[in-house]
């Protein structure tokens, strides 16, 4: 498959969408995030790849995070873990309360930030050193170990995150976090802050991808069946209440991030990183949908 000829068809058909949609303004540090970046690259899992546009320049990869903290929560507890978070579609928008009141404190999935909430308390019991190990696993997925926290982006967000504080009191309200609710807010806005660009994000996806090789990052340890259910839960939740539609138009599991970011697997094949900040309505990024879509049509390679 000559990527490198598909990726530079694609560059050219998403060109016309650079200056569509807004990007993320809730968090004022993404406000200021030039807006009219692209980026994608893609990465075989027998070591080939293509690359083309904005794939150097490290951007707050936000709610791509949930995966490796999914990943890291799913180690450490085991099934254990959807006692306090399930795993259906929640067809809301990503920081949607409605359902988690009706749930009686239990969050659809570990995507929407009320699921996430959850995995950061999760992750909080369980670690000794939360900070360190959480970047730490990164670091290593990543295979680069500069990757590190926004830490501006974090106290950011922490000004601004009212209706995360909203959902974080209802999930105790409910005994469902164990931890002090300023503690538990704290630590999942610093995750959600990781910087990366397109070749980290896309570097740190491939083991998702890569089912050939065993799933073990310092330790951060997942199955085969783990890392298959990880891949269904982001094809079916990974982008929220545009989870059908990023479904219907793209057939891969991905997740994506207010930062503009999206990470996409075919198993088997190929992990994929795209970045471009202006976002539509449903909070995910305009350009890098198209590219995706465009990715699966001209490649055939879906996984449906
Ligand atoms: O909690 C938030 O609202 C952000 N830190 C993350 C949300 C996000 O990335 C949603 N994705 N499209």
């Not at 929640?90 to 404190?105: P, R, V």
């Not at 609710?181 to 610093?190: A, M, S, W």
């Not at 305009?286 to 449906?304: D, P, Q, R």
Request: aromatic share 10%; hydrophobic share 40%; glycine share 10%.
């Amino acid at each position: 498959m000559d990527y490198n000829r598909i990726l530079t068809e694609i560059a050219v058909e998403v060109e016309p969408l650079r200056t569509v949609g807004q990007q993320a303004s809730y968090i004022p540090a993404l406000a200021r995030v030039n807006p009219d970046r692209f980026g994608i690259c893609l990465l075989t899992t027998d070591g080939g790849g293509a690359e083309l546009g904005d794939v150097g320049e490290r951007f707050s990869i936000q709610s791509v995070t949930k995966v490796f903290s999914l990943s890291m929560a799913l180690s450490l507890k085991g099934e254990a873990l959807w006692e306090r978070v399930g795993k259906e579609p929640s067809g809301s928008a990503f920081n949607s309360l409605i359902q988690l009141e009706l749930d009686h404190g239990i969050p659809r999935n570990p995507f929407i930030n009320a699921g996430a909430i959850v995995v950061a308390d999760v992750l909080l019991s369980e670690l000794s050193d939360p900070e360190g190990e959480y970047i730490d696993f990164i670091r290593r997925i990543s295979g680069d170990p500069t990757v590190g926290y926004d830490r501006e982006v974090a106290a950011s967000e922490r000004t601004t995150g009212y209706v995360n504080a909203a959902i974080a009191n209802m999930l105790k309200y409910y005994g469902n976090l164990q931890n002090d609710i300023e503690d538990v807010l704290r630590f999942y806005f610093l995750q959600c802050s990781v910087k990366m660009d397109c070749r980290q994000l896309a570097q740190s996806f491939l083991p998702f991808a890569d089912r050939n090789r065993e799933f073990s990052f310092g330790g951060v340890s997942l199955t085969y069946s783990q890392v298959k259910r990880i891949n269904a839960i982001m094809q079916t939740c990974g982008f929220y209440n545009d989870a059908g539609e990023y479904s219907y138009l793209v057939g891969l599991p991905g997740k994506s991030g207010v930062g503009g970011g999206i990470a996409a697997v075919y198993p088997g094949r190929y992990a994929v990183a795209t970045w471009s900040p202006r976002l539509n309505e449903k909070g995910n990024s305009v350009m890098g949908m198209k590219a995706l879509e465009l990715l699966t049509s001209y490649t055939h390679e879906s996984i449906f």
